[in-house]
C-alpha cells in the first residue's frame, strides 16, 4: 500500500536532496528536515483521525497511543522532537550531518508506513 501523496512528495523531495550531498547547506538542510518533520506531522494527524483540523502536534502525539501500538507512538514522537530540534539549532550547535538526515529519512519512511490506516472489514459479505 502507497503512502498519501502529501507524505510521498515530501519524502521524494528530500531523496532528492539527498542525492547530491555536495549541494546540501544548512538552509537546504532544515529543509530536508522541515519536510521530514510535515510529513510525521500528517501520518500522525491522519492516524488520530485529525487530518483536517488545526489540533496542535503535541496533542495529537500524545493521544497517539490510544490509536496505535505504544512503540510505533514512541517512535513517531522521538522522530518529530528529533527533526524539530533539527530544525531550531542554534549558531553554536553541529548542523545535521547527510547521515542523520539520511537516517530520519528512512524512519520518516518507515512511521509514515506504520501509521498508514488500515482497511479492516467487519462482518460477512454473501456473494449469492
Given amino acids: 500500500m502507497s503512502l498519501p501523496s502529501d507524505v510521498q512528495d515530501r519524502l521524494t523531495c528530500v531523496a532528492n536532496l539527498l542525492a547530491r550531498p555536495d549541494q ?8 530536508c528536515a522541515e519536510l521530514l518533520r510535515t510529513a510525521v ?11 483536517n483540523t ?10 497517539l497511543p490510544s490509536h496505535v501500538d505504544a512503540d510505533v507512538a514512541h517512535d513517531a514522537s522521538q ?4 527533526l ?3 530544525i ?9 550531518t547527510v547521515a542523520e538526515l539520511t537516517g530520519w529519512h528512512a524512519d520518516t519512511a518507515s512511521v509514515a508506513a ?15
Avoid at 506531522?41 to 487530518?51: H, K, L
Avoid at 488545526?54 to 493521544?63: E, R
Fill in 24 to 31: 546540501l547547506d544548512g538552509v537546504r538542510i532544515r529543509c
Fill in 41 to 51: 506531522e500528517r501520518s500522525v494527524a491522519r492516524a488520530c483521525g485529525a487530518e
Fill in 54 to 63: 488545526d489540533q496542535p502536534v503535541h496533542a495529537l502525539l500524545l493521544s
Fill in 79 to 82: 522522530l518529530w522532537h528529533a
Fill in 84 to 86: 524539530s530540534r533539527a
Fill in 88 to 96: 531550531r539549532h542554534h549558531g553554536y550547535e553541529l548542523t545535521p
Fill in 114 to 128: 506504520t501509521l498508514r490506516p488500515t482497511l479492516t472489514l467487519s462482518g460477512n459479505i454473501d456473494l449469492t
